[in-house]
């Protein structure tokens, strides 16, 4: 697809991949309404730096509102629906606001897409569904798991848009990234809870290290997102985003903290431990479909990606607190 000119929504454009996709369709000179949470501050999240934002229309509304998202839906040759509520740890302490934004909201694109006759709706899930491999590379026909209030919102929701494909034809493609890092990731996710920590300190707080991780450079994801809105071969289909490559928290930590060039000390931190049965121990992805179906691959390593985040963090540590943990 030839993206100059063309009309897209992006649901959650103000948050971490969202903004980071925004700022993508501007480049390839896409027309960009970007759908943001509205707060009191009337700030579209990380939009509000971005120099991108001068080329965006702002909607604010909330995703669980069907006539905002109906209002921010007309007109568009394609939506990028990535709005959701996405922290495992407060998913234990409100799974109906997640109920709500995840599953409701989600309901609320497709609704308003179909009658609005979008070209198509790209559908982000992510590979918590599938929660820990019952095999290794895990593919698109894992079964799914739901480990936790958040990961069984997220599978209500991939169902709901395989429903609306299935049984109304909605042009729809569903994305399943890995674990995605880079700059402007919250604290909540470990990769900048880990730097944080490193940059400030000699000790590394964390859960539970064993379990393996996907980890997947945001420009990465980005990529695949927008060839999922433009190659026809992969309508009514769900795709992987992630490297092919695990590494456990332990190890992770420690490649960080060479990386900075400072020694630590992990230390257990019982506040960071999930429910046994809720953690997730091994994911890794078999991106087959996506390098067959989309040309993609990642072409940012996990290396290279985390010398870009800890480059990135250095300049803004101050929007993290190192010493506090927040579900």
């Known amino acids: 697809m030839n993206w100059k000119g063309t009309r897209v929504l992006v649901t959650g454009a103000g948050g971490f991949i969202g903004s980071h996709l925004t700022e993508r369709l501007v480049e390839l000179g896409a027309q960009v309404r970007g759908f943001v949470h509205y707060?009191?501050?009337?700030?579209?999240?990380?939009?509000?730096?971005?120099?991108?934002?001068?080329?965006?229309?702002?909607?604010?509304?909330?995703?669980?509102?069907?006539?905002?998202?109906?209002?921010?839906?007309?007109?568009m040759d394609v939506v990028f629906h990535l709005a959701a509520l996405i922290g495992i740890p407060y998913s234990y302490n409100a799974p109906a606001s997640y109920v709500r934004t995840n599953i409701e909201g989600t309901l609320n694109v497709l609704k308003?897409?179909?009658?609005?006759?979008?070209r198509r709706v790209v559908h982000t899930s992510t590979s918590e569904v599938y929660g820990t491999a019952r095999r290794e590379p895990i593919d698109e026909d894992h079964p799914l798991q739901g480990q936790s209030p958040y990961s069984a919102t997220k599978i209500g929701a991939d169902k709901l848009a395989e429903s609306f494909h299935l049984s109304f034809d909605l042009p729809l493609v569903t994305v399943r990234p890995f674990n995605t890092f880079g700059p402007r990731q919250s604290a909540r996710a470990v990769?900048?809870?880990?730097?944080?920590?490193?940059?400030?300190?000699?000790?590394v707080c964390l859960g539970n290290t064993a379990p393996t991780r996907d980890l997947n450079?945001?420009?990465?994801?980005?990529?695949?997102?927008?060839?999922?809105g433009s190659v026809d071969?992969?309508?009514g289909k769900t795709v992987n985003l992630g490297s092919g490559r695990k590494i456990s928290i332990g190890a992770l930590a420690q490649l960080i903290a060479s990386l900075i060039n400072r020694p630590i000390t992990i230390e257990h931190d019982e506040r960071r431990i999930r429910p046994d049965k809720s953690e997730v121990g091994c994911l890794l992805a078999d991106n087959t479909l996506a390098r067959t179906l989309l040309g993609w691959e990642p072409a940012v390593t996990l290396e290279e990606?985390?010398?870009?985040?800890?480059?990135?963090?250095?300049?803004?540590i101050g929007r993290y607190r190192p010493d506090e943990y927040g579900v």
């Open 305 to 316: 990606g985390l010398k870009r985040t800890i480059e990135w963090m250095e300049k803004n």
């Open 39 to 75: 707060n009191a501050q009337g700030t579209p999240g990380w939009l509000d730096q971005s120099p991108a934002r001068v080329n965006v229309e702002i909607v604010a509304g909330d995703i669980a509102d069907r006539d905002s998202v109906h209002q921010a839906v007309q007109g």
């Open 217 to 228: 450079y945001v420009g990465n994801t980005v990529e695949g997102f927008i060839r999922a």
């Open 233 to 235: 071969a992969v309508v």
């Open 191 to 203: 990769i900048p809870t880990i730097i944080a920590q490193c940059l400030t300190q000699q000790k």
């Open 112 to 118: 308003c897409g179909l009658e609005n006759r979008v």
